[in-house]
């Protein structure tokens, strides 16, 4: 089966690539947007690859590159009320949200920032760098994630 490339969006004061590779694996929850929920319930497959991508910083940047371990299953923090993400309206036998497990695998020599990635010819149209995409979880194609791993690994040198 043919491995799938995702962006996952992370706010790094709340969870950063750094944290990942402490933690080596986590649960990536707290995701309350029904397209980004489908991602993560219906695609992303054990063994995909994804762009650790850190949001709401200055400049937002790819910072590594993490795996899904584990495929979807019900978000436990939705039925947790002290959580930061609950949805107690959420029926336990028919959860509405969806976590999958992600391993860290490469922080990346240097972040590969949004300018940057707006700079590449190869990454023009990028759902990424489209208007409105707020989406926390979506695919990229195969070619966008080589070309972002190779721009973080030439940062580095």
């Known amino acids: 089966m043919p491995t799938n490339h995702w962006i996952i969006k992370s706010e790094p004061d709340c969870y950063s690539i750094d944290d990942l590779r402490r933690d080596k694996k986590t649960y990536w929850d707290g995701v309350r947007n029904f397209q980004a929920r489908n991602f993560l319930r219906d695609s992303m497959k054990k063994g995909d690859l994804c762009l650790f991508y850190h949001s709401s910083v200055n400049p937002p940047h790819a910072a590594g590159i993490a795996e899904v371990v584990r495929e979807g299953y019900p978000d436990p923090t939705q039925f947790d009320p002290k959580s930061d993400h609950p949805d107690l309206e959420s029926d336990p036998h028919n959860p509405r949200w969806f976590v999958v497990d992600i391993a860290f695998r490469k922080k990346f020599p240097k972040p590969v920032s949004v300018e940057d990635i707006k700079k590449n010819p190869k990454l023009q149209k990028m759902r990424l760098l489209q208007r409105g995409n ?23 040198r």
């Open 134 to 156: 707020r989406l926390s979880v979506f695919p990229v194609s195969k070619e966008e994630f080589d070309a972002i791993g190779r721009m973080g690994e030439k940062a580095g």
